[in-house]
T-cell receptor
């Protein structure tokens, strides 16, 4: 299966620690999105990349959050000095946007569930 | 700004009964509309989408939805519920047009319970 993969699937950490998540998109997909989903809510957009360029960041993405996609393939999301409010499911999605198309379906990974104690 | 409202956080139906999950959206530009399903501890799977053309769209697993511009609605239906339909359902909106970010704005979700 060559779908979107995320690692780890679960992460438990103590408040104040740094954590890093990885997302591997579908091969050759040029867009990659990060969303956050808290319990009982729908996913919320955090940021997205077109190839290696980070083109938009939500106001939800505080200074403690940083995302990279260095070679336009996999991406990492780092949270520094974690807080209990960071506990959530972090979802990654990828899509292939072509120049002449306005719509490209996003394919979601299984998510990384973060618990901050 | 775009937004999505799903009416009813929990919907319970009997197996074989009609499923109706409600979604209303707000958008200043022609929207793209989506329904996703999420099973426990899994990512989201696209059920169906409306971009342009026919306003009644059919998706996987027997689901369909109708885009009603005058009502700003995109309700999801299935004629006969199956036990395997029990899951969380999310309605989402995205902006149309080239150069768009493609980011999805989700509703808060509706949990569908199917009783035997």
């Amino acid at each position: 299966d060559t779908g979107v993969s995320q690692d780890p699937r679960h992460k438990i950490t103590k408040r104040g620690q740094n954590v890093t998540f990885r997302c591997d998109p579908i091969s050759e997909h040029n867009r990659l999105y990060w969303y956050r989903q808290t319990l009982g809510q729908g996913p919320e957009f955090l940021t997205y990349f077109q190839n290696e360029a980070q083109l938009e960041k939500s106001r939800l993405l505080s200074d403690r959050f940083s995302a990279e996609r260095p070679k336009g393939s996999f991406s990492t999301l780092e949270i520094q000095r974690t807080e209990q409010g960071d506990s959530a499911m972090y979802l990654c999605a990828s899509s292939l946007v072509k120049r002449d198309r306005a719509f490209a379906e996003q394919f979601f990974g299984p998510g990384t569930r973060l618990t901050v104690l | 700004a775009q937004s999505v409202t799903q009416l009813g956080s929990h919907v319970s139906v009997s197996e074989g009964a009609l499923v109706l999950l409600r979604c209303n959206y707000s958008s200043s530009v022609p929207p793209y509309l989506f329904w996703y399903v999420q099973y426990p501890n899994q990512g989201l799977q696209l059920l169906l989408k409306y971009t342009t053309g026919a306003t009644l769209v059919k998706g996987i697993n027997g689901f369909e939805a109708e885009f009603k511009k005058s009502e700003t609605s995109f309700h999801l239906t299935k004629p006969s519920a199956h036990m395997s339909d029990a899951a969380e359902y999310f309605c989402a909106v995205s902006e149309e047009g080239s150069g768009n970010t493609g980011k999805l704005i989700f509703g808060q979700g509706t949990t569908l319970q199917v009783k035997p």
